[in-house]
């Protein structure tokens, strides 16, 4: 089975600063797609940004970039220039075509003005 | 305009009581999902369907009973409720089609059961 980890219960960045989340999975699939959502308080889920395996090049959706190591099975995500409407919950999840989106714990970041 | 809705946002109800949640997506898609978000967050499915077919079915009680009449539409059934229902429930839709979608899902805004 799919499983998805992120290892970072709780970040804290300064605004205007950058900040990474992590994340690891584990799968034997070669193809398949990696996601990020962002929970506000208002509970929304929010797509923030999607990556496709088989492309090699980093997915960026502007400030928010990833990096992505299908070797290492590592999908870790990059905000830039971090805003206050920053903060939220986010949550790394895995999906292999045609299957159920698998969610990691979750990771909550909070920034500082 | 919303793209999947739920209703209702909130619903506290006394133990032992039967409630349905229900969701609506008009974003075209084939596949409808709901998922139970716990007191840790932690987001977990429960039911698919593709079509109106069921196609994922995870360990869940089965007091709860996923109906989909039509493929737009996947509502939530829950029997003889419990303390431990308390949770979050968000309905999703995505679609199978290979072309032109980001194989993410589209998340309703959840709802809120509280269990007294």
């Known amino acids: 089975a799919q499983t998805v980890t992120q290892s970072q219960p709780e970040m804290s960045v300064q605004e205007a600063e950058t900040v990474t989340l992590s994340c690891t999975y584990d799968t034997s699939e070669s193809d398949y797609y990696l996601f990020w959502y962002k929970q506000p308080p208002s509970r929304q889920m929010i797509l923030v940004i999607r990556q496709e395996a088989y492309k090699q090049q980093n997915a960026t959706e502007n400030r928010f970039s990833v990096n992505f190591q299908k070797a290492a099975k590592s999908f870790s995500l990059k905000i830039s220039d971090s805003q206050l409407g920053d903060a939220a919950m986010y949550f790394c999840?895995?999906?292999?075509?045609?299957?159920?989106?698998?969610f990691g714990a979750g990771t909550i970041l909070r920034v500082k003005s | 305009d919303t793209a999947v809705s739920q209703t209702p946002k909130y619903l506290v109800t006394q133990m032992g009581n039967d409630k349905s949640i229900k969701c609506e997506q008009n974003?075209?898609?084939?596949?409808m999902y709901w998922y139970k978000q716990d007191s840790k967050k932690f987001l977990k499915i429960m039911f698919s369907?593709?079509?109106?077919?069921?196609?994922i079915n995870e360990t869940v009680p089965n007091r709860f009973s996923p109906k989909s009449p039509d493929k737009a539409h996947l509502n939530l059934h829950i029997n003889s409720l419990e303390l431990g229902d308390s949770a979050v429930y968000f309905c999703?839709?995505?679609?199978?089609?290979?072309?032109?979608?980001?194989?993410?899902?589209?998340f309703g805004s959840g709802t809120r059961l509280t269990v007294v």
């Open positions: 999840a895995y999906r292999r075509y045609g299957n159920k989106l698998v």
């Open positions: 974003l075209g898609h084939d596949t």
């Open positions: 999703a839709s995505t679609t199978q089609e290979l072309q032109g979608t980001h194989y993410g899902y589209t």
């Open positions: 369907y593709n079509n109106k077919e069921l196609i």
